[in-house]
């Protein structure tokens, strides 16, 4: 029931081609590694799970070594960088992650891939707070909304981990650019405040609202902000801030399709019932319509599955997300109108942040644009690369967060960034040390 993927077969195909095929690149002469009008000695890092490097939803010790702060932090020591300290986890599964267990073809040709999530290590919560101060302060499930929130080390084990009881990630922050002085940092803080939202299908938990899941107010986030940005130049570093790409681009959001492959030919095509806040109905999609009802990732593997309900009076098999009867639950769906609400709010989520960096003449990225490009199709070292799900050769197997390839890809674009803003000349990482999708 997966996907837009009927040529996933092919393209993972080409895909494995390229991962294993040798380099054909002439040698080109390096210029010399400047930092130019940057400052490097000391990198800070803030942000959410980007930041941390979580991948496959979950985050290791390899994914934090791999993470865009460690792989940029060590081309940045190329040019005068000093040392990156990171709050690491213990060698093994970590907070444990996805893993590609195999992939069947059906007979009409479309990819199914079987995924399991790998067991936690037991002691991935242990505490490091006695090794700060970090340069990476990247902590998964972070919001601009809960900078000054004293109840997130109860709720939120990553940053339970590296701080003290009852401290928030905003006094975080703040100790560490006074015990660390950095020169330059990065923040992307902000991806969570939609993401949490986006999601759920809307800030769900199966068909009952969460309010840890919702946008944060626009008027909040502002505020929040900008009391970031204030701690993270009190010592006069120069820096960089990210945007919010548009996250209901990603796989996680386009990876199963609005309506599922019918049982009697290829061409059969079932559509799909949903469940919103109007009610039940048929899952929509106009392909010139700017909000669309996206069927979440984890639904993919449900759909179909045969329950057993009691409908008028009698038992009765109703396949999960094919029947009125039993609709896919509201955490399974962003609805058009919850798309168009979570884009809006992202743009307005992308103002405050360029007014707040505006306030302090700090540069912005917008990283729209290397996600947009992605989406079209671009290349690196000769290797095609898209938005696809596992083939596109970014994103890893949570559909949100890339691989250890897709990290470096990254990180090669904010080098550009870098080199641009600073007239600097930062080496980039060579992709083809990384492996990406891992493949049984």
């Known amino acids: 029931m997966k996907k837009r993927?009927?040529?996933?077969?092919?393209?993972?195909?080409?895909?494995?081609?390229?991962?294993?095929?040798?380099?054909?690149?002439?040698?080109?002469?390096?210029?010399?590694?400047?930092?130019?009008?940057?400052?490097?000695?000391?990198?800070?890092?803030?942000?959410?799970?980007?930041?941390?490097?979580?991948?496959?939803?979950?985050?290791?010790?390899?994914?934090?070594?791999?993470?865009?702060?460690?792989?940029?932090?060590?081309?940045?020591?190329?040019?005068?960088?000093?040392?990156?300290?990171?709050?690491?986890?213990?060698?093994?599964?970590?907070?444990?992650?996805?893993?590609?267990?195999?992939?069947?073809?059906?007979?009409?040709?479309?990819?199914?891939?079987?995924?399991?999530?790998?067991?936690?290590?037991?002691?991935?919560?242990?505490?490091?707070?006695?090794?700060?101060?970090?340069n990476n302060l990247g902590i998964p499930n972070m919001k601009v909304a809960d900078i000054n929130n004293g109840f997130m080390y109860l709720l939120n084990a990553y940053l339970k981990r590296m701080v003290s009881p009852g401290t928030t990630?905003?006094?975080?922050?703040?100790?560490?650019?006074?015990?660390?002085?950095?020169?330059?940092?990065?923040?992307?803080?902000?991806?969570?405040?939609?993401?949490?939202?986006?999601?759920?299908?809307?800030?769900y938990n199966g068909n009952t609202q969460v309010s840890l899941f919702a946008l944060t107010d626009t008027v909040t986030f502002a505020g929040n902000y900008q009391q970031l940005l204030n701690a993270l130049t009190a010592t006069g570093a120069q820096g960089l801030v990210f945007t919010i790409p548009d996250l209901t681009k990603f796989p996680y959001f386009n990876a199963v399709s609005y309506e599922a492959q019918g049982p009697d030919s290829c061409a059969q095509k079932l559509p799909l019932y949903i469940t919103t806040t109007a009610g039940v109905r048929k899952a929509l999609y106009n392909p010139n319509s700017f909000y669309n009802d996206l069927i979440l990732l984890p639904a993919g593997t449900e759909i179909g599955r045969p329950d057993t309900l009691l409908i008028n009076g009698n038992d009765s098999i109703a396949p999960y997300g094919l029947s009125q009867a039993n609709p896919l639950v509201q955490d399974q769906v962003l609805d058009r109108n919850e798309v168009q609400l979570c884009i809006t709010t992202i743009k307005a989520y992308n103002r405050a942040i360029k007014a707040a960096a505006q306030n302090l003449n700090i540069p912005v990225i917008d990283t729209d644009e290397y996600f947009n490009n992605l989406r079209a199709g671009t290349a690196f070292n000769g290797i095609s690369l898209n938005a696809d799900f596992i083939s596109g050769g970014f994103f890893g197997l949570d559909g949100i967060h890339p691989h250890d390839r897709g990290y470096a890809l990254l990180t090669n674009f904010f080098i550009q960034k870098i080199d641009s803003i600073y007239s600097a000349t930062i080496p980039q990482m060579d992709i083809d040390k990384f492996s990406g999708v891992v493949f049984p």
């Open 169 to 203: 990630y905003l006094q975080m922050i703040t100790q560490t650019v006074q015990d660390l002085q950095p020169t330059f940092f990065t923040n992307w803080l902000g991806i969570t405040d939609a993401l949490a939202f986006a999601a759920t299908g809307g800030g």
């Open 5 to 134: 993927l009927s040529s996933l077969c092919l393209a993972i195909t080409v895909l494995l081609f390229v991962m294993v095929a040798p380099a054909c690149n002439d040698e080109i002469e390096q210029p010399d590694i400047t930092a130019g009008t940057g400052n490097f000695a000391t990198y800070l890092a803030v942000g959410c799970s980007f930041t941390a490097g979580t991948t496959g939803d979950g985050l290791t010790r390899y994914a934090q070594e791999t993470s865009y702060p460690s792989l940029l932090a060590g081309q940045l020591a190329l040019a005068g960088g000093g040392a990156f300290n990171q709050p690491y986890l213990p060698e093994g599964n970590g907070s444990g992650m996805f893993v590609l267990n195999g992939l069947s073809i059906d007979s009409c040709g479309n990819a199914k891939p079987s995924l399991s999530k790998s067991q936690p290590d037991p002691a991935w919560e242990s505490g490091v707070s006695s090794l700060a101060p970090f």
